[in-house]
Structures are given as C-alpha cells and as structure tokens.
C-alpha cells in the first residue's frame, strides 16, 4: 500500500485545528458557566475600590435591593466597570443593606 504522506499532513493539520478550535471553545464555555452569579467577597472589594473615586461612599443600606440594581447600572457607565464587576457590587449591596 502506498501511503501518500501529503494527504496525511493535511488530515493531521485539519484535525489539530479542530481540537485546538474546541479547545478554545471548551474554555469560554467554561469561563461564562462559572462567574455569572455576583460573589460577595470580589464585590466588596470593587465597591471599595471603585465607587469612592466620585463620591462619598454611599451606605448600602441607603437603597433596597431593586434600587441598587437600577443605581448600580447607572454607575457602572461611570465607573467604567466591568459586567462581572457590577453583578458583583450589586451582590455586595443587596447582602449588605
Ligand atoms: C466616574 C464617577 C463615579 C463613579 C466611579 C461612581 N459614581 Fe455614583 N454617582 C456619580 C455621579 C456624577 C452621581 C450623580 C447622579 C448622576 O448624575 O448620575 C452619582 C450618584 C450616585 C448615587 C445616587 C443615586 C443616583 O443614581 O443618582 C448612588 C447611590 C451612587 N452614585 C452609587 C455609586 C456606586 C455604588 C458606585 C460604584 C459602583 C458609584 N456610585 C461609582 C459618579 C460616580
């Protein structure tokens, strides 16, 4: 049997695309699935880092829950944050006020 090599590298070649293309979907996947919730923790942290740049520190218990999603959608244009960032801080502030 003649083994015609060109057509073996490009089987190859197609192949290893293939898995590198799914690995890199396999990684995206992962990473959405794993942080949509907001995290208590990270959110305190951002809150403190962030929303003090403009303003005085605004109390959390200074708005119920429904409030601070609206308000911190608002801030979140202004500062910049990420959509990780905001679940978190919302997170933070609903635990906390
Ligand atoms: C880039 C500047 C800036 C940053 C950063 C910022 N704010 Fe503000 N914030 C403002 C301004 C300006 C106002 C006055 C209302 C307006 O014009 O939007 C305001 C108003 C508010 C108010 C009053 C309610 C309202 O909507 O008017 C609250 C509560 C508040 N900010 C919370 C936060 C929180 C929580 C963060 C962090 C996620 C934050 N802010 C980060 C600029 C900022």
Known sequence: MKINLFKVYKTGLASLIVIIGLSFLNVSVAEEKKDTKGDF????????????????VRDPKELRDDQWITTTFHMRIRAGLTGQQTRDIIKFLQTSN
């Open 41 to 56: 923790a990270r959110g305190a942290k951002a809150w403190v880092d962030n929303c003090v740049r403009c303003h005085n």
